[in-house]
């Protein structure tokens, strides 16, 4: 319950932002709605009482950059080591993908 209203992930999932890298399982949170910041919490929470002390987390960076989720989730990590994997897409096996490495480094 957020905002007087419960939320589906449908509701805060920003389906025009699909990660490049598995469109049909990821997505960008909403994160100027209430209920994308206390979702992406909750997963923070839901983390610590699991003991999870590492989280890899994808599609924020390179092609699909989401400042607001990057800055959400640092102020929520819940004392996590947070790997935002990766800062740039795949290569895969292909020169233009390997060369564009370069302009990013």
Known sequence: MESGRQWRAKDIG??????????HGFMSVDTKLGAGKA???????????????????YCIFGDD?????????????????LLPNWITRDDWDSWGDVAAQFNVS
Do not use: Y
């Open 14 to 23: 920003l389906t025009d932002r699909k990660c490049a890298w598995m469109p």
């Open 65 to 81: 950059l989401n400042i607001n989720e990057v800055a959400i989730v640092s102020e929520v990590q819940c004392d996590t080591v």
């Open 39 to 57: 979702f992406l919490r909750s997963l923070c929470h839901q983390n610590a009482e699991w003991g999870v002390d590492f989280v890899k987390h």
